[in-house]
């Protein structure tokens, strides 16, 4: 496009508007794309952001699969570590006490606390595990734990030593209804319908076993009946002191051997079971003597494991898979110690009630993996020991 300029014909100029009208189409042009650059930049931000947080989610989500599967492997790690441990406590204690007749089981609970006492103290002095300092306080914050776990071991010791171990077994199986019943007292735990039918069908197994008990001795029962009893309160304790107290598990291991050896030094020196053991023939056997020793250092393995399993399941979990390992014990016991009577009426009662520990262990297990697949759902909040 041109416009003339000036008014002689002859030598008419001319000015060109095409290239500046070119330009503003252009510049339009350029805005255009401008914008176009910048809502396609803002878009890829978004999807930049959306990316991201989804990448973060991801990562939550992975990081909690993994806390899930790291908890659950400790609950079922300490839980196959104290059956292990408290298995080989109930062998060896019945080959130390029937096998080779050693005549004190009060004697050997005093090795097991001794065990625990210089075992943990070492581990102190080499920083291997922490506890606090004895203070004037510190029995009063445990009590009565103490009381709970030296009673406790004598009198397990004592109906190990008078009974055979199926009946042992068996009979054990009671400690279970009692953690039941102090859990949903002292904790305010409720057992599921399935798990009180297991164990009731337990319970139930143990009586028709113990009617046709043809190596009836009624001291060792009533042992057994006064174990149930210190093992359920221990357990129920133990959970209790692990939660309240700041001493943790191997001040409650450390200081409750230690105030209870003086108790357990006397009562073998009144009932005359110190100068027994020392008097004992077998002193020079040295496969006696190992196992003795092995009896004495699994008392601080099973304390050990026994609060570990507490600590991360629960007082009835730790309860029952005591009662587990028994299964093993059971049919082993019928061979070790020599002291088993069979009858077809005593073993359908110790089946029963090995089949209701296995039907215990399978609802038990599954109930508390519901809670940690449950908190994959928004709503979900703390987890269940």
């Not at 991201?52 to 992975?62: A, M, P, W």
């Not at 102090?182 to 069908?201: D, F, H, N």
């Not at 020599?338 to 009426?345: E, H, I, K, Q």
């Amino acid at each position: 496009m041109s416009i003339p300029r000036g008014g002689n014909s002859g030598g008419s100029t001319s000015l060109d508007l095409t290239p500046l009208l070119d330009g503003s189409n252009n510049s339009d042009d350029s805005d255009q794309e401008t914008g176009n650059k910048s809502n396609g930049g803002s878009q890829l931000n978004s999807t930049s952001s959306v990316g991201s947080k989804e990448l973060r989610i991801s990562h939550r989500d992975r990081e909690r699969e993994e806390a899930d599967a790291a908890i659950f492997f400790k609950k079922v790690g300490s839980a196959v570590f104290y059956g292990i441990a408290s298995f080989m406590i109930t062998v060896v204690n019945k080959t130390v006490l029937t096998s080779y007749h050693f005549p004190s089981f009060l004697f050997l609970s005093l090795g097991q606390l001794t065990a625990s006492i210089v075992v943990l103290a070492t581990g102190k002095r080499l920083r291997l595990v922490t506890y606090p300092p004895l203070q004037r306080n510190t029995f009063a914050k445990i009590f009565p734990l103490p009381l709970i776990f030296g009673f406790n071991m004598i009198f397990g010791l004592g109906g190990t030593k008078a009974l055979s171990l199926p009946m042992f077994a068996a009979l054990r199986r009671f400690s279970i209804l009692m953690t039941m019943l102090l859990e949903l007292k002292i904790l305010g735990v409720r057992p599921t319908t399935a798990v009180q039918i297991s164990v009731y069908a337990m319970i139930g197994g143990a009586l028709i076993a113990a009617s046709d008990d043809l190596s009836f001795n009624m001291q060792g029962y009533t042992y057994v009946m006064i174990t149930n009893a210190l093992t359920a309160s221990n357990g129920v304790f133990v959970k209790k002191k692990l939660d309240t107290s700041e001493i943790g598990k191997y001040g409650l291991m450390f200081y409750n051997s230690l105030f209870m050896f003086v108790p357990a030094l006397l009562l073998n020196y009144v009932t005359g079971d110190l100068q027994k053991a020392i008097e004992f023939g077998s002193w020079n056997d040295p496969a006696f003597v190992v196992q003795f020793l092995l009896s004495c250092v699994m008392g601080f393995i099973l304390s050990y494991s026994t609060i570990l399993c507490t600590q991360f399941n629960s007082a009835l979990t730790t309860t029952i898979v005591g009662c587990l390992k028994n299964i093993c014990v059971t049919y082993l016991g019928m061979f070790i110690g020599g002291d088993y009577v069979f009858s077809w009426l005593n073993c359908i009662g110790i089946n029963i009630s090995v089949l209701a520990s296995l039907l215990y262990t399978y609802v038990t297990f599954r109930r508390k993996q519901a809670p940690d697949k449950q908190t994959h759902l928004p709503n979900s909040r703390g987890e269940n020991v």
